[in-house]
């Protein structure tokens, strides 16, 4: 089988884990990352055997680092069948020319605006709907942590509203910049955030309403959910359709806060620690009458990874059933 | 007028901060404050000119320690009126039978449950319904800034339901001793928190689920709040209604977080920075049908400071109007 060849354009937190994540697949292939400079990062890819592209008048600098370019950030892009933008939010929407010119499909990522592509994506939710489509969004983490909450939970009971409080970490593990370091900050002040407009990019059918706040931790974000639902249900019932996606991953056993998920993830030797799944408290699933409320934490630096695997899979036409995808995704890359 | 005796039994962050507020007052006065050992905490109390207690095996200490203890807790409790239990959480309880064996009134706090009183205190809320009892407990800081927001909007439009998430500090800022330093806790994990129930130990009528998370910070807890009301209303009704509570504030003019306020409180010289108001963002509320939202944030360790005075006052019928009492107590320290 001919491999789906694939560049990664933008080599940072998301793009360094699409890379690895497409390159375990046996149906696709990445014919090379990009990176603006050559930094550890850079080095890394290097010795990982990918082939680095850069910007024209940045690839004498590479070679003076002691890992040459294999060509610029254009030359890439004509080489692959489709382009994972992971560039920095708001960036992505600048190369689009480019990926055109070049005739080039185009996944960018919950940075930017769902205009760019027309289409956002989660795997769980909406799979069939990219099949052959050119331009693709993959939704953000927080809001592929709801998708897939919310999908499962209103195909079995129908949903009739979710609220939900994020309680957002302030910055990447890698990032020395930003704070708060003592601080509670409600962002936006103005409600709703964002990230209910957000989800129903993907599920236009759903009523929802969210508010976050910006708090001084790097290693997960931790949203507070509450759904009413249009059918009688059990925390049994609940259980059971959460347990049933193999993207929600329950947790317990002694685990108390996102620090000691963390260290789990670096027990199972998870690459990066990363954690691809929504981790749900099965502990806090709580029904009030028609309504209940749960806690679940949000790796963001890795969530949606798989779901840029299959989002390529749906694009190029690999593969047209999304729950077949999921699967081979998760297989290939130990989930 | 003869001036209501109190004593102030624990003399930390809530005791410390009751005795000057006490004091502060024309219709009482700090008889004595309790301490059990000659820290740093006893220096400042006996700089102030507090009569400091002590138990009878420690007198010796803050004799050495060069703050002379005016006698032993028993002592102390024997010339009041009325004990402000100021122990931590579940000591307080022990202390009952010495209350009671001295015939005095008390108040306790948040920290111990309902029944240690059979009377849970707000001043906004059941001020009335405290006159001339002989034991109250005054709720905690996060239900004391629940209650002073649902009891005039439970007035003016009636609730139907709230719901609650609290992005509660881990640690006081002179707590060296806690976490977490980089994680998001679930506390409790099984939901709800006990929030909304202390709620309704002031407000029994009223609807409500709480859910609470324990993040790195000191400053001040931070609460999303939805309520459900059974009266059309607009954003302009809903901040009318806070707009006549004089223990709510409204925060903007740049105020993006926790830290801000706490500046801003040092900047109006407030003592020890104390924000015994709730915060409310006015930008956050916003309404959508019969159901609103907003935030606000609550300064742990000074909230329920202005509370304990008006509770001596309704115990101590020096008043019998609370709004009256609330007017007098807020100005007498300068809020």
Partial sequence: MVKAKIAVNGYGTIGKRVADAVQAQDDMEVIGISKTKPNYEAAVAHQLGYDIYAPAENVGAFEKAGMRAAGTIEEMIEKADLVVDCTPGGIGEGNKPLYQKAGVKAIWQGGESHTIAGFSFNAASNYEGALGRDLVRVVSCNTTGLCRVISPIDRELGVKKVRVTLARRAADPNDVKKGPINAIVPDPIKLPSHHGPDVRSVLPQIDITTAALKIPTTLMH???V??????????????????????????GQGISSTAEIIEFARDIRR???DMWENCIWAESITVHEKEFYFFQAIHQESIVVPEN?????????LESDGAKSIEKTNKAIGL
Avoid: Y
Avoid at 229 to 250: E, L, M, P, Y
């Fill in 222 to 224: 931790v949203h507070t």
């Fill in 271 to 273: 690459p990066r620690n």
């Fill in 226 to 251: 509450n759904m009413e639902v249009n059918t009688d249900c059990t925390a049994d019932d609940i259980k059971k359709i959460f347990g049933s996606q193999s993207r929600i991953r329950f947790v």
């Fill in 309 to 317: 695997v299959d989002a390529i899979r749906a694009m190029m036409e």
